[in-house]
């Protein structure tokens, strides 16, 4: 894998181990525990990340089997350099399509499992770029558009810290079992 992006790798699985080791400590009750009928439990959040990377590694997949010398465009890093902002701040938004909402997985290790068949697979994707594809638009972000293998990463685990901030939030909210 290209430096950039290993580094940039190594940081998304880290965040994702430290996830799951607190995440197994959790009761069944903690993990289906909803802190209002409008938001979603810790395993919901975690289902949707799992989501939404298996959506970027099915897209990363096809974009790069179909053309793979095409650039992003010059604008994608102020673009994604504005979704990080959007990601670290408070501020809340749909989710951009019903594909990535929960409702598939019933309990934390088919998530856990799921989630380390995607994320292998997105690795053996990410190392197939080579140095004259650092600009290759791996990604179309719903919101912001192309993005290259790198700012892809850098969504990939804002997205992931967004949401892993939720999940331990729920700990906080008032009615939450054993807290």
């Known amino acids: 894998m290209l430096p950039d992006l290993q ?5 998304l699985e880290n965040l994702r181990h430290e996830m799951e080791g607190v995440l197994q400590n959790w009761s069944p009750e903690q993990l289906h525990f909803r802190p209002a009928p409008d938001k979603w439990s810790a395993l919901q959040v ?13 897209y990363m997949e096809k974009k790069r089997q179909a053309s793979p010398d095409l650039r992003a465009p010059w604008y994608s890093g102020l673009l994604t350099g504005l979704l990080k902002l959007w ?5 809340k938004a749909q ?13 934390l290790d088919q998530i856990l499992e799921h989630w380390q068949g ?16 650092r600009r ?11 993005q290259t293998p790198a700012q892809t990463l850098d969504f990939l685990y804002g997205h992931c810290r967004r949401h892993w901030r939720q ?7 008032p009615g939450f079992p054993g807290g």
Do not use: C, M
């Open 87 to 91: 990601l670290a701040s408070p501020l």
């Open 136 to 146: 290759f638009p791996a990604y179309k972000h719903p919101f912001v558009g192309y």
């Open 118 to 133: 995607v994320r292998a697979n997105l690795q053996q994707v990410l190392e197939t770029f080579t140095p004259a594809q």
């Open 46 to 58: 975690l289902e949707h990340i799992v989501l939404s990377e298996f959506y970027t590694h099915r």
């Open 7 to 11: 580094s940039r790798w190594d940081r």
């Open 95 to 107: 989710i951009p399509s019903q594909a990535v909402a929960p409702g598939r997985f019933d309990n």
């Open 167 to 173: 999940i331990l939030q729920r700990r906080q909210a």
